[in-house]
């Protein structure tokens, strides 16, 4: 009689058996609603034992996985350095820890350590997780940063090149705990293409790890790297989740502060829905409001006047003279960072959204009207009427036109602060506020 089979905590990983996945009510951390969570104990073979755990729920559609070590962190931290040569390479198993970066040489790329939890994927996924992360970023850095940008497009370009198996590359993955793993297609064997090796981790990676405590010395560096963190903030675009303003499904807004030059820092948040495709931007001054006010008015003298940043607050006033318009604070979408081109470009659609029978079948005095106004606008746009004044009027002082003479004065711009009058004051919530002796009665 031949004895029962072994049961094990840890079975070998397979995909098509789902014996031992433990299902879990969970707190949706998105719509605060429950969702399910999978754990997954299970054994990668010549490897180790791990924890596959995945959420999903079904209220909001917000889903996450990721892996963790059922083991101990290794004595030893290790880099494994493997050369992509086929796409039966991109199929290979990785386990990627928090602890660890890994790094593509011939692309100059890098995903830090600890910028992403633990995760079970196949290289090709890595790298689709990779090129997926740099594409969220992407609107917020054509407009505040075009040349960086273009590096980015370019590195995704070569990211999509190594994962569709079109150029041989070198991946490596430096894990400081050493619970990081790479398939090896010829196990039992030595894989040929990889290498890995062993190495005594530093005492400030040990901290790192909580494995001890920081000395004074340490905890200086610390302070210090905290200190340069903070700084780099200026440097890197921040992602926090919220709800789209359309259709409500979870959504991530990126923001990043700005410095304009000759002018101020400003915070510019964008917004992108995968759900239904509604896409937002809005900025706001980093630095509260002027003592003065401020109005801008620029002559539009050459096309290449329309390519001058600007930014209109959501406190500015926006008037054309010469076609009669004003757009009063607060009847356009929030603040601006764009060129000009741009802002007349979200006059002539925002005219077009809140008068949608204005181009139809409404009284033939206000059609006639309208489309007179849109066509010179268009004219503006094209660059075909020069001569055409735009004045920015900002009671708050946080508008601006780009001096394209800087920091000489430009011909083309003139810049007047002035002082606000009692009914400014009111609008903008500064007539009573008391930011000294607010204690006293």
């Known amino acids: 009689m031949e004895a029962a089979p072994k049961e094990t905590l840890f079975p070998d990983i397979d995909a098509d058996n789902e014996t031992g996945v433990t299902i879990i009510e969970s707190f949706c951390v998105s719509c605060e609603e429950q969702g399910t969570t999978r754990l997954l104990l299970t054994r990668i073979p010549f490897f180790k034992e791990v924890v596959v755990s995945s959420f999903d729920c079904p209220h909001c559609g917000y889903s996450n996985n990721e892996v963790q070590s059922a083991g101990r ?14 796409e039966k390479d991109l199929s290979r198993q990785v386990i990627k820890s928090d602890a660890a970066s890994f790094v593509i040489p011939e692309l100059e790329f890098e995903s830090p350590a600890f910028t992403q939890k633990g995760e079970l994927n196949t290289i090709e996924g890595l790298l ?7 594409e969220q970023g992407q609107p917020v850095r054509k407009i505040v940063d075009p040349v960086t940008a273009d590096k980015v497009d370019s590195i995704i370009s070569q990211l999509r090149k190594c994962k569709d198996g079109e150029m041989d590359f070198t991946l490596i993955v430096d894990d400081i705990s050493g619970n990081s793993f790479i398939e090896n297609l010829h196990a039992p064997e030595k894989d040929p293409h990889m290498t890995i090796e062993y190495y005594t981790r530093q005492p400030q990676q040990d901290v790192r790890l909580g494995l001890q405590q920081a000395d004074e010395k340490e905890e200086d560096i610390e302070e210090e790297e905290e200190e340069d963190e903070v700084e780099n903030l200026k440097d890197e675009v921040l992602n926090f989740p919220t709800n789209c303003t359309s259709c409500n499904a979870p959504a991530e807004t990126k923001m990043k502060v700005v410095s304009i030059p000759h002018f101020k820092e400003v915070i510019v948040m964008a917004t992108t829905c995968d759900i239904c495709g509604d896409k937002t931007n809005e900025v706001k001054s980093g630095s509260g409001t002027e003592p003065k006010g401020t109005k801008l008015t620029l002559t539009i003298t050459d096309p290449l006047d329309l390519n001058r940043d600007v930014l209109k ?24 960072f764009t060129t000009l081109e741009g802002l007349l470009t979200n006059v002539k659609d925002q005219l077009k959204s809140l008068n949608p029978f204005g181009l139809g079948d409404s009284p033939a005095l206000f059609n006639e009207n309208l489309k007179t106004f849109l066509t010179s606008l268009d004219k503006i746009i094209s ?16 508008s601006y036109i780009q001096n394209l003479y800087a920091p000489d004065p430009d011909p083309e711009l003139e810049v007047v602060h002035y002082e606000r009058t009692e009914e400014q004051n009111d609008a903008l919530g500064i007539s009573y506020m008391k930011t000294e002796g607010y204690e006293e009665k």
């Open 73 to 86: 962190i290794q004595d030893k931290g290790c880099t494994i350095t493997l050369s992509i040569q086929s």
């Open 128 to 134: 689709e997780k990779a090129v997926s992360g740099l």
């Open 313 to 336: 607050s959501e406190t500015c006033e926006v008037r054309i003279p010469s076609l009669e318009f004003v757009s009063s604070a607060g009847s356009q979408s929030g603040g601006r």
């Open 383 to 398: 660059g075909e009427q020069l001569g055409v004044q735009i004045i920015l009027d900002d009671p708050a002082g946080n």
